[in-house]
C-alpha cells in the first residue's frame, strides 16, 4: 500500500524529527499510524500516511459526518444541533473580519456554511473533495462547488474570502497550499482557518485517545505557534484567534469513546471536560480544543 514518509518538517525543513508517540484509526480501520514532532519548531504531524490516491478509503463510512450528513447516533444529532449555533457564529466572523463579498469555501461538505453565507449575500463557490457530498451541496442548495483541483485552476487576486473550517489539516501538499491560498486573494482578502489545537486541556487530558488527531485522516496537527509559523512562512499575518468552546464537548465525547467509556460515563465525562476546556480558554487561547484563525497578507 503507498504510504506517504516526510523526512524533513514542513514548516521549517529541519531533518530533526521525532517519533513521538502512535495512534490508533478509532474511527474506521484501527490501523496504527506515528505521530512526530518536529525538534526544531515543534511541529507535530502524522506519518508514513496514506497517500492521495488510496487515502480516499479512510472516509468511505456513513458516520463520517461532514460527508454523510449523517443523523444517525446521538454524537452526529449533536453535530447537527451545535452546526446551527456555528453556522451563525462562522457567518458573523467572516462578515466582521472582511470586506468583499467572493467567498470561497474550501472542503465545503455537504454545502450548509456556503448556503448560509449565500443567504448573507455572498457569491459563493466551493471545492469538496468528496463526490457524494459534493452532489449533495449541487442538488440540495444549488451551490457551486467543484471538485479538488479546482483549486489550482483559481486565477490570481480574484477572491476576498476563502474559508477552510477543519481542512488545513486533511491536505497533503500543506506548502503548496498555503502559497496558492495568498495567490488567489485579493491583496485585502482574508483567509479563515479553523484547526484543532494539540495543546489544549482536552488534548492533554485524552494523549493518544484524543479523537482530534482523527489519523490518518488529519495529517498536520497545529498549535496556535505552529500556525503562526507556517503563516509567516507564507506572507500572512494572523490578525485575530478566536476560540471553538463547543468543539471540546464533542471531542471529549468522541475520546471517551475511543477510550472504552460507557455510554452515561462517557456524556458525564465529556461534559466536565468540555466545560474546563471552556473555561481555561476564556483567558488563554491555547487551551481551547479549536482555534479560528484570521489573517491577511503582509503588507510590502
Known sequence: MPHITINNCPICNSSDIVNTFNAVDHFSTKEIFPIYDCSNCGFRFTNNFPSDDIIGRYYDSPDYISHSDSKKGVINRLY????EF????????VSKFSTGNRLLDIGSGTGYFLKAAKERGYSVSGIEKDSKARNFAIDTFGLDVKGEDFLWNINSDSLDVVTLWHVLEHMQNL???VDKLFNILSKDGTLILALPNHNSYDAGIYKEYWAAYDVPRHLWHFTPA?????L???????IKQKTMPLDAF???LLSE?????GKLYQYFKAII?????FLLSLSNVNQSSSVIYIAKKKKN
Open 175 to 177: 506548502n503548496e497550499v
Open 86 to 93: 456555528m453556522l451563525k457564529k462562522k457567518g458573523n466572523l
Open 250 to 252: 464533542y471531542i471529549s
Open 273 to 277: 471536560v468540555g466545560k474546563i476546556g
Open 257 to 261: 469513546k475511543y477510550r472504552g467509556s
Open 80 to 83: 447537527h444541533f451545535l452546526r
Open 226 to 230: 505552529t500556525v503562526e509559523k507556517l
Open 232 to 238: 509567516n512562512k507564507h506572507q500572512f499575518k494572523i
